[in-house]
């Protein structure tokens, strides 16, 4: 627990902080290596830095033919309709899911992502809060945002398992941050790991779950 106290000039106040020990990255049961991508941001309210990074760095490495079943986890439903329009705009094989969707939307958009007739499948927070549907077949996961909610995390990572068995040694995860994000990547890795990854000189962390070494 942290304790912020103000300036004496200023009305009093204090915030508290429940700092978690463990994150929501011990719940993840499946083998998996966690990729976390921090990228520089200028505020907490710059988007254009997210999307930048993530469509000049992180997109191009997955846009090749044999990266295929690809979910991209987006926090905010406006990251998703600027993602969305981007896709389009640039002709990738995709299809999407979000809170709006109707069932059959929802229906195809599964099954041409499962049988692998679109290489990504964008999926809102929101439609994983209301709806929980189990997304199979997912081999690759990014996380364009850290999400809200802790738990949702480690459940998204555990889909994977509903896939089948056989073919762990190919899945991926990857999870973009700044350092804005301090509060929810504490509640992921855990408060010490966090400080860590945003103190280090690295740009990427590896952690590995399901394995004999614990994440």
């Keep these: 627990m942290s304790l912020i106290f103000p300036d004496v000039c200023s009305i009093p106040q204090v915030t508290i902080k429940n700092m978690p020990k463990t994150g929501s990255i011990c719940q993840v049961l499946v083998q998996l290596p966690h990729v976390f991508q921090i990228f520089s941001s200028d505020s907490f309210m710059d988007q254009d830095a997210r999307f930048r990074f993530f469509s000049d760095k992180v997109l191009p490495q997955y846009r090749d033919s044999v990266m295929s079943h690809i979910l991209i986890y987006i926090p905010s439903y406006f990251d998703y309709v600027r993602l969305r329009n981007h896709m389009k705009k640039e002709e990738i094989n995709f299809t999407s899911v979000c809170e709006y969707s109707t069932k059959s939307e929802v229906s195809r958009?599964?099954?041409?992502?499962?049988?692998?007739?679109?290489?990504?499948?964008?999926?809102?927070?929101?439609?994983?809060?209301?709806?929980?549907?189990?997304?199979?077949?997912?081999?690759?996961?990014?996380?364009?945002?850290?999400?809200?909610?802790?738990?949702?995390?480690?459940?998204?990572?555990?889909?994977?398992?509903?896939?089948?068995?056989?073919?762990?040694?190919?899945?991926?995860?990857?999870?973009?941050?700044?350092?804005?994000?301090?509060?929810?990547?504490?509640?992921?890795?855990?408060?010490?790991?966090?400080?860590?990854?945003?103190?280090?000189?690295?740009?990427?962390?590896?952690?590995?779950?399901?394995?004999?070494?614990?994440a």
């Design 109 to 214: 958009a599964r099954h041409f992502f499962q049988t692998g007739e679109k290489q990504f499948l964008l999926f809102t927070e929101r439609f994983h809060f209301y709806k929980r549907y189990t997304i199979k077949g997912i081999k690759n996961l990014i996380f364009f945002g850290l999400p809200t909610f802790p738990h949702f995390y480690s459940e998204v990572c555990n889909m994977l398992a509903a896939g089948g068995q056989g073919e762990e040694a190919s899945w991926t995860c990857t999870a973009l941050y700044s350092r804005y994000d301090a509060h929810k990547l504490a509640a992921i890795t855990g408060a010490q790991r966090a400080g860590q990854m945003l103190q280090s000189n690295k740009n990427v962390h590896l952690f590995i779950t399901g394995s004999e070494d614990k």
